[in-house]
């Protein structure tokens, strides 16, 4: 039975395998023709070939999904085209005997997913963004409508980017009084963390009175505040960057802070339930070869596949910002398709025994 076993989940990861390799090298070929668009003095061809290597995890990530379910349905496919499957059946192997063979290399499909999210993702992405930044010369320049605004005490603050050991770039601070009224706005060019406060370097303030405006530079200023690198490492990229971890903490300090979390609570439950995701395609898939797709061809099973991926991202998409814009769990909006999945897996697999 281990061989069997072993020869079903080979045949199964050669697919995934294959349906994996097609999709990264389409989406990279994409992604270079989309980059073309960006190219500037600062920002060669070769910069956009290191930017799309850098991002090349989170491309993997987003497809592991589609790649298993129209993987399964591709190996799957093959032993039921040559009957395999029929002598299987024959021969008393359960279907979820052979369910459980499929699984296992998704399994090893689900493990790459996690670790993906929460220890490479994270640092790729900030860094293809940062190297891609500096070489359009947008870190220290860029404008207030990008970067990220956040509030710390009496003050809003405002910065360009931030590196993950610690290096800030563009930062602005805005402070009001009692009565909203603006008392002083200060730049830096840059910021360091020193152990327990951040230095500044470079700074221009303007403090304004009831009578005039007072404005000085400054080469050095300390700036005392309780947040972390770790937590402005966080707070730059979008949230779909962010590791599961690093999700729930700033999730958890939006909370605290009153300001709308929904965005990453959202993104936190589709990568924590990321594995459930993969097993609901994978339950679509099998109880698809064991149902109507039994005896049709391969380009048919691929074109059920893709469109059967097709309306599971879609309901995810609909979902998601509709949980937003409503108001509802972002949970339920990651969790419904998902649970629709598996419903419709295991009523089709009912059908088939």
């Known amino acids: 039975m281990r061989k069997l076993d072993n020869y079903v989940g080979r045949t199964v990861a050669l697919a995934v395998g294959a349906v994996l390799m097609v999709l990264i090298g389409l989406d990279v070929i994409f992604a270079i023709v989309d980059q073309l668009g960006e190219l500037e003095d600062g920002y060669q061809f070769a910069d956009a070939l290191q930017y799309v290597a850098w991002t090349l995890p989170q491309r993997v990530y987003e497809q592991l999904g589609f790649s298993a379910l129209v993987g399964c349905m591709v190996g799957l496919g093959t032993l039921a085209g040559t009957s395999e499957l029929t002598v299987m059946r024959a021969a008393g192997v359960s279907i979820g005997r052979i369910a459980w063979a499929v699984m296992k290399p998704v399994m090893l499909l689900i493990v790459l997913g996690l670790v993906l999210a929460e220890f490479v993702i994270p640092h790729t992405n900030q860094t293809a963004e940062n190297r891609k930044a500096m070489a359009l010369g947008e870190l220290e320049d860029s404008g207030l409508e990008q970067g990220l605004w956040m509030r710390d005490g009496g003050e809003f603050v405002h910065f360009n980017a931030a590196l993950p050991d610690g290096y800030l770039f563009g930062v602005t601070r805005y402070r009001f009084g009692d009565e909203q009224e603006l008392q002083r706005v ?46 402005f490492s966080l707070v730059v990229p979008m949230p779909a960057d962010l590791s599961p971890r690093n999700l729930w903490s700033y999730g958890k300090f939006l909370d605290r802070k009153g300001e709308d979390s929904s965005r990453y609570w959202l993104q936190f439950w589709k990568k924590l339930l990321q594995p459930l995701t993969i097993a609901s395609l994978v339950m679509v898939a099998i109880s698809f070869i064991f149902g109507p797709l039994r005896e049709v061809t391969t380009g048919l099973r691929v074109f059920t596949g893709v469109i059967v991926g097709i309306v599971f991202q879609t309901l995810q998409d609909m979902l998601g910002p509709s949980s937003v814009v409503f108001g509802f769990p972002p949970f339920v909006a990651v969790l419904l398709p998902i649970l629709v999945c598996f419903g419709v897996g295991w009523l089709l697999l009912r059908r088939a025994r």
């Open 186 to 231: 200060e730049f830096s060019e840059r910021g360091r963390f020193a152990g327990d406060r951040w230095i500044l370097e470079n700074s221009r303030a303007t403090t304004f009175t009831a009578e005039r405006a007072l404005s000085e530079t400054t080469a050095e200023s300390e700036w005392q505040t309780d947040i972390s690198p770790e937590l």
